[in-house]
């Protein structure tokens, strides 16, 4: 079966892997995650991934703690390795090969990040997975994932929420809202719509690096998005 990408990162919150719990990971939301990834795999398609890390810290929230902003991020960062483990071993479990590249040298858990290598494992169909953001404080996840899919020449960013597109509002506090099939970037800034931090979103749109935001948790989206079919909404330069 032909695919629309031949390489993708796939941009997953750390919120996402809570499932209906209030703070953690939920094994059942990994498994879900495992088994829709494996599906995508199968199509060909080459992944990788970066995960957020607010289901175990978020550094912006530690700020009000009494926690230096910069020393909140570090700990933000350690959080996406956690959960960049997790996935990998559900991964691993449902019979995947991953590599799990950090930012921060931890040598005992993961490779440090490389990007020929990052581009090798890809090559060579392995799931890989980018931990600890871009290693810098001050930079979000969606700033890591930007950056990593314009390093490894990905062809898309896709990124997996709860709501199956972009809208002209919060679907969940406005019924009247309407979803965007396809929007420029220059129209997500002008309606001022939250799609990515601005740094990572501006540098997307330098790069010409398409964004499809769509609803991960409904069964088979991925790999429907990835055939051809239309799943979310598309944010490209024209």
């Given at each position: 079966?032909?695919?629309?990408?031949?390489?993708?990162?796939?941009?997953?919150?750390?919120?996402?892997?809570?499932?209906?719990?209030?703070?953690?990971?939920?094994?059942?939301?990994?498994?879900?995650?495992?088994?829709?990834?494996k599906?995508?795999?199968?199509?060909?398609?080459?992944?990788?991934?970066?995960?957020?890390?607010?289901?175990?810290f978020?550094?912006?929230?530690?700020?009000?703690?009494?926690?230096?902003?910069?020393?909140?991020?570090?700990?933000?960062?350690?959080?996406?390795?956690?959960?960049g483990?997790?996935?990998?071993?559900?991964?691993?479990?449902?019979?995947?090969?991953?590599?799990?590249?950090?930012?921060i040298?931890?040598?005992?858990?993961?490779?440090?990040?490389?990007?020929?290598?990052?581009?090798?494992?890809?090559?060579?169909?392995?799931?890989?997975?980018f931990?600890?953001?871009?290693?810098?404080?001050?930079?979000?996840?969606?700033?890591?994932?930007?950056?990593?899919?314009?390093?490894?020449?990905?062809?898309?960013?896709?990124?997996?929420?709860?709501?199956?597109?972009?809208?002209?509002?919060?679907?969940?506090?406005?019924?009247?809202?309407?979803?965007?099939?396809?929007?420029?970037?220059?129209?997500?800034?002008?309606?001022?719509?939250?799609?990515?931090?601005?740094?990572?979103?501006?540098?997307?749109?330098?790069?010409?690096?398409?964004?499809?935001?769509?609803?991960?948790?409904?069964?088979?989206?991925?790999?429907?998005?990835?055939?051809?079919?239309?799943?979310?909404?598309?944010?490209?330069n024209?």
């Open positions: 079966m032909p695919v629309q990408y031949k390489r993708i990162l796939l941009k997953l919150s750390g919120e996402s892997l809570m499932g209906s719990q209030q703070y953690g990971i939920d094994a059942a939301m990994l498994q879900q995650y495992a088994a829709e990834i599906q995508a795999a199968a199509l060909g398609v080459e992944i990788a991934i970066v995960i957020g890390g607010g289901n175990i978020r550094g912006m929230r530690g700020t009000g703690s009494g926690i230096d902003r910069a020393q909140g991020d570090y700990m933000g960062m350690l959080a996406t390795v956690i959960n483990m997790a996935l990998q071993s559900a991964l691993e479990n449902a019979g995947m090969y991953t590599r799990l590249l950090s930012a040298k931890m040598e005992q858990i993961c490779e440090p990040y490389i990007r020929r290598r990052a581009m090798r494992h890809l090559e060579k169909g392995r799931i890989v997975i931990g600890a953001g871009t290693g810098n404080p001050y930079f979000t996840t969606d700033t890591a994932a930007s950056l990593r899919a314009v390093e490894v020449e990905a062809d898309v960013i896709l990124k997996g929420t709860r709501v199956d597109g972009i809208y002209t509002a919060d679907p969940e506090k406005d019924p009247t809202a309407t979803r965007y099939d396809k929007i420029t970037f220059r129209e997500v800034y002008q309606k001022n719509l939250n799609v990515m931090d601005m740094t990572a979103f501006t540098l997307c749109e330098e790069n010409r690096l398409p964004i499809i935001v769509f609803d991960m948790n409904k069964q088979g989206n991925l790999s429907a998005l990835l055939s051809g079919e239309q799943v979310g909404t598309l944010v490209s024209d």
